[in-house]
């Protein structure tokens, strides 16, 4: 999969993230999202979001599945994750939807914060990054969205929603 100008802003972002298609199945993920887990990305691409969460987590997975289908969005969702080596870590996990351009429902972006790494310090280094990757966007927006293909507009558009997001919580709150 081809990463547009917009996905680059991901590739060594702080925060993990993936991005899933419409029945669950992780089509994409930053680096930090396969290091936390401890997998190589190329044993996570393909694989469906449940292997990587433990059997308590599935029933709030799957409730946050049908919200999302429902409303687009699922914020503050806890859900406990589950590494390679069998440990496991509590998670925040915050998800929008991306859409193509007839309004068909493609997949979703989703952050994950791992509540045991949320300090003072992390806090200020995330909301850093998602100014600066908001403003990588909006560059994107005046320079290139107009010659963007349909794919790439998507993108872009939910990275946009998914940023807009992040931007609204409060993470000394999490």
Known sequence: MSQTEA?????DAPVMWRRINSIGIILDCNS???????????EI???SIFEHISKESWESMNESLKLWFETG???DRKITFKRQDGSTFPGLLQATSIYDENNNLLGSNTVIFDLT???YEKIKEYEKFFREAKNRLNEI????YDILDENSKSEYDGLKKMFDMLLQINLSEL
């Open 117 to 119: 790494q949320m300090n």
């Open 32 to 42: 930090t999202y396969a290091e936390n887990l401890g997998y190589a990305k190329s």
């Open 73 to 75: 969005k699922v914020t």
């Open 141 to 144: 927006k005046e320079k290139e």
């Open 7 to 11: 996905r680059k802003t991901l590739k």
């Open 45 to 47: 691409l393909g694989k």
